[in-house]
Structures are given as structure tokens and as C-alpha cells.
């Protein structure tokens, strides 16, 4: 029976242990794939993993791939997965590559994430901000990308809108309630939409990417419809036949872009109004 008992008594330890040591040896793991791993698509899989991963080894990683990875996929991805991070000590690090790079897909990678950092340390309080803004209900109408994309322009949205003066799209991981907002003395908003079309096709030894959706601004939570955006977006890569990791790229790429511009109209036409 003592020995039955110590053996039950080792298995639980070991068993509380695990979680924290397979989450620490996962991270090297894909940080060692990712300095060391031959194929390019298989180093932006692990950046696009790394993105999601609050650790204090990720930085780094993303910093050494962003200045010395052969692809110029992964060091534009590198760029991305900086900011998405909020990783404001590679400011430095990306307006150097912004100038830089050999690349100009990664010099212009590097220069979006830089001024979303920039803009970022710059933005005020939210705690301080008049304006709340979140995403409500979006639809994919197009016959290409799924959900995916639906989650890429969600994201989209929320950039763009949170560099706006005065408006914040953070409350606490939740959504506030009106008593809340109230009580803040702010006014809420959403944004709900659709991708009305999105489509690629060969142009010669290009692939043009073109996008079209319309975005609606209504109050939260009380949904009565204050200002639209309608708008489409393109764009052209040297390349005939994207993989599906540079694809997702792409389609991150030209959703930011019709972000800011659904943003530029509806703070122009309402919210600065407010």
C-alpha cells in the first residue's frame, strides 16, 4: 500500500507539472523551427503561431526573423506579428527595414507596423476616451475565404478604428454595458458589414486581389443606424500563383486598407461630429 500511495503521489506532481513545461518547450520548439527549418512556408506557419502567443521569448524571435530570414515573406510576417504584439520596443528595428530591406513588400510591412506602434504610444487613455467602438455582425457574400476573412477584417476594423483620437475598442476583454458607458460619460458604437465581393486573377506575371464591402455604423447598444461605408480596394503582386500562407497575407494586406478607408469616412461623416 505505501508504495501503491508514493506512486499515485509522483504521478499527480509530475501531471500538475506538465501544462507549464509543454506550453515552455512548445514556444522553443517553434522558435527553433523557425531559425532553423528550410521552407519558407513552414517559418511563416510558426510566425502566424508565434502572433498568438503572449510569451517574453516571442519578441525576440520575431525581431530575429524580421532582420535576417531569407524569405521576404516571413520577415514582411516578422513586421506584421510585431504590431499585432504590441511589441513597442521594435520600433526602432522596423523603421530601420522600412528604409532598409532589399524587399518592398517588407519595407512597406515594416512601415504600416512602425506607425501602428507610433500611433499606439501616441493614442490617448482609453480610460479617457469619449468614444467606445466595437465589431458587431459581419458576413462573407464572396465565394473565396470563409470565415478566415471575416476574422481578418474584424481584426482590420479594430486597428483602424483605435488609432481614431478619442476612441478606444478595448473595455476590460468584454463589452461594456450602457449602464457602463453612462456612467463614463461616453457614447458606444458598432460596426457590423459584409464582403460583398472578393476575387483574384492573372494579369500577365501579376495576381490582382480586388475587394468590395460596406460597413455600418449604428449606436450600442441600441443599433439604430447612424453612417455607412461602401468601397472596394485592389491590389497587384508579382507573383501568378500566391501560396495560400502569402494569400492570407494579401488578403490581411487589402482588408487593412479598406479598414481605413471605411474608418477616414465615417469619422469624417459622424464621428467627429460627436
Same mark, same amino acid.
Given at each position: 500500500?505505501?508504495?501503491?500511495?508514493?506512486?499515485?503521489?509522483?504521478?499527480?506532481?509530475?501531471?500538475?507539472?506538465?501544462?507549464?513545461?509543454?506550453?515552455?518547450?512548445?514556444?522553443?520548439?517553434?522558435?527553433?523551427?523557425?531559425?532553423?527549418?528550410?521552407?519558407?512556408?513552414?517559418?511563416?506557419?510558426?510566425?502566424?503561431?508565434?502572433?498568438?502567443?503572449?510569451?517574453?521569448?516571442?519578441?525576440?524571435?520575431?525581431?530575429?526573423?524580421?532582420?535576417?530570414?531569407?524569405?521576404?515573406?516571413?520577415?514582411?510576417?516578422?513586421?506584421?506579428?510585431?504590431?499585432?504584439?504590441?511589441?513597442?520596443?521594435?520600433?526602432?528595428?522596423?523603421?530601420?527595414?522600412?528604409?532598409?530591406?532589399?524587399?518592398?513588400?517588407?519595407?512597406?510591412?515594416?512601415?504600416?507596423?512602425?506607425?501602428?506602434?507610433?500611433?499606439? &504610444? @501616441?493614442?490617448?487613455?482609453? $480610460? *479617457?476616451?469619449?468614444? #467606445? %467602438?466595437?465589431? /458587431? !455582425?459581419?458576413?462573407?457574400?464572396? =465565394? +473565396?475565404?470563409?470565415?478566415?476573412?471575416?476574422?481578418?477584417?474584424?481584426?482590420?476594423?479594430?486597428?483602424?478604428?483605435?488609432?481614431?483620437?478619442?476612441?478606444?475598442?478595448?473595455?476590460?476583454?468584454?463589452?461594456?454595458? &450602457? @449602464?457602463?458607458?453612462?456612467? $463614463? *460619460?461616453?457614447?458606444? #458604437? %458598432?460596426?457590423? /458589414? !459584409?464582403?460583398?465581393?472578393?476575387? =483574384? +486573377?492573372?494579369?500577365?506575371?501579376?495576381?490582382?486581389?480586388?475587394?468590395?464591402?460596406?460597413?455600418?455604423?449604428?449606436?450600442?447598444?441600441?443599433?439604430?443606424?447612424?453612417?455607412?461605408?461602401?468601397?472596394?480596394?485592389?491590389? @497587384?503582386?508579382?507573383?501568378?500563383?500566391?501560396?495560400?500562407? #502569402?494569400?492570407?497575407?494579401?488578403?490581411?494586406?487589402?482588408?487593412?486598407?479598406?479598414?481605413?478607408?471605411?474608418?477616414?469616412?465615417?469619422?469624417?461623416?459622424?464621428?467627429?461630429?460627436?
Amino acid at each position: 500500500m505505501r508504495f501503491s500511495w508514493l506512486a499515485t503521489y509522483l504521478l499527480v506532481v509530475v501531471l500538475a507539472g506538465w501544462p507549464c513545461r509543454a506550453s515552455a518547450d512548445r514556444v522553443d520548439r517553434l522558435i527553433q523551427i523557425l531559425r532553423t527549418d528550410s521552407s519558407y512556408k513552414v517559418r511563416m506557419r510558426v510566425v502566424i503561431t508565434l502572433t498568438g502567443i503572449k510569451d517574453r521569448r516571442v519578441p525576440p524571435a520575431l525581431l530575429g526573423a524580421l532582420s535576417s530570414d531569407d524569405s521576404h515573406l516571413v520577415r514582411g510576417l516578422a513586421a506584421r506579428a510585431l504590431a499585432q504584439q504590441r511589441v513597442r520596443q521594435a520600433l526602432p528595428a522596423l523603421r530601420r527595414v522600412s528604409r532598409r530591406d532589399r524587399n518592398p513588400f517588407v519595407r512597406r510591412q515594416a512601415k504600416r507596423a512602425a506607425d501602428a506602434l507610433a500611433s499606439l &504610444a @501616441a493614442a490617448p487613455d482609453p $480610460r *479617457r476616451a469619449r468614444i #467606445y %467602438v466595437t465589431v /458587431g !455582425t459581419l458576413k462573407n457574400r464572396a =465565394r +473565396r475565404g470563409g470565415d478566415r476573412v471575416v476574422r481578418v477584417l474584424r481584426r482590420a476594423l479594430l486597428d483602424a478604428f483605435e488609432r481614431v483620437p478619442g476612441v478606444t475598442t478595448r473595455w476590460d476583454g468584454r463589452k461594456p454595458t &450602457a @449602464a457602463e458607458l453612462q456612467q $463614463r *460619460r461616453m457614447k458606444g #458604437y %458598432v460596426l457590423s /458589414g !459584409t464582403i460583398q465581393r472578393l476575387s =483574384r +486573377r492573372r494579369a500577365g506575371r501579376q495576381t490582382e486581389i480586388h475587394c468590395r464591402i460596406r460597413v455600418e455604423l449604428a449606436t450600442y447598444p441600441g443599433n439604430s443606424m447612424k453612417a455607412f461605408y461602401s468601397g472596394e480596394a485592389r491590389m @497587384a503582386v508579382a507573383s501568378r500563383s500566391p501560396s495560400p500562407e #502569402y494569400l492570407h497575407v494579401l488578403y490581411r494586406e487589402i482588408f487593412s486598407g479598406a479598414a481605413r478607408e471605411a474608418r477616414n469616412h465615417i469619422v469624417r461623416s459622424y464621428l467627429s461630429r460627436r
